[in-house]
């Protein structure tokens, strides 16, 4: 809403009296003063006339790099967890699950509409991978990729392949099924030996090592 309608719902005033209460009254979004029809999201910080209403909450947004080997989870009874390793000292959660044996980009944030914006299938954000399988691939095998296999029950979304070499291809999937590569790979008689997430929509892995991490840009933060 914007804070024309949130003084209106809060006082009780008129569209004519907001307007005034805005010019008469020192009302700060984020500390800056309110101009008229100026948004105001929940998680802006709002005072007015020196009262704190309520205070700003500053997000956080990395770019990590997972190592091979760890589980993407946050629960600590579970063994080589992100929490035993991450070094952030604020909350985050991975957006964008890798299994144990994949690595490569994850997004860690505590922003929940980032999170929701991403992890929808039904939004259709771009993730890409590099796959190296232990056969050679075949103009039919890539072919299939693209199409979409039937795994779950379901065949996954139409995809950008490209062979990368005799044993390796670069893949970008719009949705995110559960071991969802390695499950079209096995579907067409191959394991796949190694796997890594180099992009999530706008965000790439870049120069990062295993481990490494980066702040995103406000650029990335689509």
Same mark, same amino acid.
Do not use: W
């Given at each position: ?49 020196? $009262? %704190? @209403?309520? /205070? #700003?909450? &500053? ?9 091979? *080997? ?64 232990? $056969? %050679? @691939?075949? /103009? #039919?095998? &890539? ?9 779950? *029950? ?69």
């Amino acid at each position: 809403m914007n804070i024309n309608e949130f003084l209106i719902k809060r006082y009780r005033l008129s569209q004519e009296e907001s307007i005034v209460f805005l010019q008469e009254h020192e009302v700060l979004i984020n500390g800056h003063k309110a101009s008229q029809r100026e948004t105001l999201t929940k998680e802006d910080g709002l005072m007015i006339d020196g $009262a %704190l @209403l309520r /205070e #700003e909450q &500053i997000f956080s947004y990395y770019a990590y790099y997972k190592p091979r *080997g760890i589980e993407c989870t946050l629960n600590p009874k579970i063994e080589n967890n992100l929490v035993d390793i991450l070094p952030f000292k604020e909350k985050v959660y991975p957006i964008g699950r890798l299994d144990k044996e994949s690595e490569g980009l994850l997004i860690l944030t505590n922003d929940g509409r980032l999170y929701k914006d991403i992890a929808l299938a039904d939004n259709f954000k771009e993730k890409e991978y590099e796959v190296k399988v232990d $056969a %050679l @691939l075949t /103009e #039919e095998t &890539i072919q299939k990729l693209q199409e979409g296999i039937v795994i779950k *029950g379901r065949k996954t979304r139409a995809a950008f392949v490209q062979a990368t070499g005799p044993q390796s291809f670069r893949i970008v999937l719009t949705q995110g099924i559960n071991r969802q590569i390695r499950r079209m790979c096995y579907k067409l008689g191959y394991e796949v030996t190694a796997l890594k997430r180099i992009r999530i929509a706008a965000v790439q892995l870049d120069n990062l090592t295993a481990g490494g991490f980066r702040v995103l840009s406000k650029e990335e933060i689509f």
